[in-house]
């Protein structure tokens, strides 16, 4: 049974005992010691991962604080489950819930393919401008692909509040579609081939103050954080007037004064600097294979980065290990980073440790270091002693080791055992 779990009954369940966090006029956050997190499951997985994650991020807080400080989890609805209670996918009362509580995690969502409509993920994204996605992606002790993959720590900072995912799409053959293909052909003079009239249609903007928010938080982790080399990512030479100038403007951002003789863009960095340099994106996924340890944060657009973390994430097994923080000026919403697996649902045996892990990152950003710390060490432990689900123990077995292949909740108890 998990304790402090208020399920959604007809509608939100708002405990009495607990607190909002509220937001301080500087954008940075205060946290009560009884605070209110909203999260919601998610499709698929969603439901099995959830309850592991809560439990381990409960017992971290109980071991260190001692009762101290508490998490009240609200859940909101969004994806199947809400479709199947309200109507809807993404119900208006999820959104203002997680706005009023700032800070929130989320399991997996599913949006179907090929049929129009948002992201449900762009959705909530947007919602409160999380326009930064931040993507850790380091080595737990887990089996992996490459040859010492304990080379592999990178953060990838993905650009939340622009490119394709802002949803302007005019589907094949559509009226709206036409239009949008008369103005480019008759009024812009684009050639007809570019353009064929059975053609969709993606808008790809691409803006220089969203970029260079989204570069500033980048930078400012990399340098709070100790970090040395800082890689600013994209199709440069080929989309000049979005990715060009999305790396043009990063290099603007570098000369600013917060960052003078801090950012520097030649050169060894000294302590205290970090060195920001260009890559192309193919350049970048084929140096994450073949040297990864070349750098330590890469700074891209929305599309590139979705393609550069699920890389990364595959370097240390895959996304099942990496964690993801959505985060604005103030608000966050944490989540997994892999997708729904349907495929696996409701057989107890998918890996719950991105969104755990995605659970400690959100420790960290309410300044409970120390509980986050101890997820880490406990998830290490378990590792290091061949515990996991299948898709870790199956690992360690094609490796030659042995391994113990557990549910997902019994991973999440063995994880709790070693706190």
Not at 6 to 30: H, N, T
Not at 325 to 341: M, P, V
């Amino acid at each position: 049974m998990l304790e402090r779990v208020y399920a959604w009954e007809g509608g939100v369940q708002v405990p009495q005992e607990g607190s909002f966090i509220k937001l301080k006029e500087d954008r940075s956050i205060e946290v009560p010691d009884r605070v209110i997190i909203p999260y919601i499951e998610g499709d698929g997985i969603g439901p099995e991962i959830t309850p592991a994650m809560i439990l381990v991020v409960n017992k971290a807080i109980e071991k260190v604080y001692k009762g101290s400080k508490l998490i009240y989890w609200v859940e909101l609805l969004a994806g199947d489950k809400a479709e199947a209670k309200t109507g809807k996918r993404m119900p208006e009362e999820t959104l203002e819930f997680l706005k009023e509580a700032i800070v929130g995690i989320k399991g997996p969502l599913g949006t179907p393919v090929g049929k129009g409509g948002k992201s449900l993920n762009a959705i909530l994204r947007q919602s409160m401008d999380f326009y930064s996605a931040i993507r850790p992606v380091y080595w737990l002790g887990q089996p992996a692909p490459i040859p010492n993959p304990e080379r592999v720590n990178v953060a990838v900072f993905r650009e939340n509040s622009d490119d394709v995912y802002m949803g302007i799409e005019y589907m094949p053959k559509a009226e709206d579609t036409k239009k949008v293909r008369e103005f480019f052909v008759k009024e812009m003079g684009v050639d007809e081939f570019a353009l064929p009239e059975d053609c969709g249609i993606t808008v790809k903007p691409m803006s220089e103050f969203k970029t260079k928010r989204h570069v500033r938080k980048a930078l400012r982790w990399a340098l709070e954080n100790g970090k040395k080399v800082v890689a600013v990512v994209g199709k440069g030479n080929i989309m000049k007037a979005t990715e060009g100038a999305f790396m043009n403007w990063a290099f603007e951002v570098a000369k600013e004064e917060e960052f003078k003789d801090r950012v520097i863009t030649e050169g060894e960095p000294k302590e205290g600097q970090v060195l920001l340099t260009k890559v192309i994106t193919d350049q970048m996924l084929m140096q994450l294979v073949l040297k990864p340890e070349a750098y330590d944060v890469i700074i891209t657009q929305n599309l590139n980065g979705d393609y550069i973390s699920d890389l990364a994430a595959a370097l240390v097994g895959g996304p099942g290990f990496v964690p993801s923080g959505n985060i604005g000026d103030g608000y966050a919403l944490f989540e997994s980073t892999h997708g729904t697996a349907y495929d696996i649902a409701g057989k107890g045996i998918a890996n719950p440790l991105s969104l755990t892990l995605s659970g400690a990152m959100m420790l960290e950003y309410l300044g409970w270091k120390e509980a986050a710390q101890l997820i880490y060490s406990a998830i290490k432990r378990a590792i290091e002693d061949r515990v996991g689900t299948p898709d870790i123990a199956n690992g360690f077995k094609k490796m030659g080791i042995e391994a113990k292949s557990l549910s997902t909740m019994d991973f999440a108890q063995e994880i709790v055992l070693r706190m």
